[in-house]
């Protein structure tokens, strides 16, 4: 049981992107240090930490210096390397659970999870080689997608095979590594739920949100859901299972499917702050960041009230030239993330737009 | 003429403390570099910037070298001293101008600027001697205040003399330097405006704040103030006749008397940020931070509308012991600065409690 750290106590981030600097941010203001490993010197995060181990995420003895120097240990993305993390975790307390990081690294075991505990996702079938692919199509009939296993982000590693054509060359295209295919489910809307739990199982969750993606990358994400309150409860209760499940600590980002008859799958899940719940910052009095860092720090939880409605946007590549435009608008919260070139399909920031009315 | 600064540029800040901090990370927010010059490697500024110069404010090879690395330059509070400064303005923008720091560093020279462009200031008379006391006593008729032109802050500096009584050594007490008399003012509430003005002379300022001290300090910060639109619209255009006749770039603190009839008395001006406007961090999308860094920026001013109520709490010394109980009230925002040793009088944090309903 971690006990609540006292201020000036040291967390320890694992990755140093745009998540860790947000994380970096939001514990200076509840008065704790960071320190931050990362490969990259002027990473976004270090900017913004105390210190900075430069290092690989599977460097022991960067883990181990990040470990004698942290209170706590946590990270800011799903593919740190689990092995050498272990050697962390014997130190001082990782949240949240490495078992968390092994269901949400290779999507056959969380399918297999998420079945396991009773929440339905789209039907599946591993595939470890090209003579399985037909199989599976025949198994779950219709158009589907095959997908790495491990290693995939933002569209990445993913290939589509419609029902009926060929799939040669398929499975190599992707790599030749372990994949899933998973048939492609018909859906409305597609919706994600950030929430939050402590070692104590205190669980608090922000309204349910609605995402659209461009190009397999979250583009826009709007305050609240239009669905249901119903949908929105079931959602809510479906992301507090899985971090009970897991023994989960901290904030916890879960996708669902929404069928037109109102039907739950879910997609994926984050173990770590969730662009999804970027708008948090800007509609919220407690951030995601803020509430993961009280999480992992062992302290309670804030409200995960929101004050207004809102609608957050990704800029992506050269969307940050519309920087000026978005800084002449009021009720904008414009957050940046100190990367220094703008490559096509690289997150540069967000812009928060609310609106009020909401009355809480 | 400032263009507006792109992202990546570099804002260099003179001063460490609890504000460079928080400029700071608004400046990181908006994809800026900063560069901290203060005398304390581990001030709590420096635990956010990107670099520190660790020098004093007088240092001119520290303020050449902050110069040369930043392409504009603040500072977060108004004792800089104002020669070693001009070297720095001559290479680059330094925002507010230091004319405004003159003004404020100076209380005979402050009432003076004030009460030349038709502000009002309780009585005062300036007094270099204690012999000068006598007649300036006779000249204000009533309690006294008697405080040192230069350097004071948080009530240090400054001494009462009750009308008929001796004050024989007051002067001396106050360290034999010049000062300033000025006559007790009955007034029904204090209030300040955090205003913003831009070089090219934009103005915004957020709605006029009701403020407590106690033993000096600034204890409670709630907004609205309770006095009447008229009052709260004289304030504010008062604080923009005040940018204006600076030619003031950033933000500034403008603190009142408000008298029973609703006159307005000036007390003093901060050139910065100021200690009574970090509720808007909380209440309001733009806070007065980011507010600050924009306007030195170059960049548009945001909204000053605030979406929520608010009381601003200071956390100062053994106050910190309420953090535990801070962290379980909804709908609060704390903030800790980031200091190892919680000695009395010290600034340690705030905390914002919102209420809703306001409903713009």
Redesign the interface.
Known sequence: MTS?LP??STIGIIGGGQLG?MLA?AA????F?TLVLDPDADCPAA??A?ELIQGTYDDAAALDRLAEASDVVTYEFENVPVEPLRAVAARRSVHPPIEALEVAQDRVVEKAFLNGIGIQTAPWRAVDDPQEIDHALLDLRGDCILKTRRLGYDGKGQATIVAGSTHEGVFESLGGVPAILEKKVPFEREISVIAARTESGDFAAFDPVENVHRMGILSRSTVPAAVGEDVAARAVAIARTITERLGYVGVIGVEFFVGTDGTLLVNEIAPRVHNSGHWTE?AC??SQFEQHI?AVAG??L??A?R??DCVMENLIGSD?ER??AL??E?????????K?EARAGRKM?HATR?S??R??
Chains 1, 2 share one sequence.
């Open positions: 609540s201020p000036g600097r941010s200076a203001r509840l008065g240090r900017q913004l105390n800007a009095t407690i009280r302290l309670p804030g409200s009230e004050h207004s940050v920087v000026p800084l002449r009021a009720d904008t919260l414009l957050t940046l993330y100190g220094r920031g609310l009020r009315g009355g809480v």
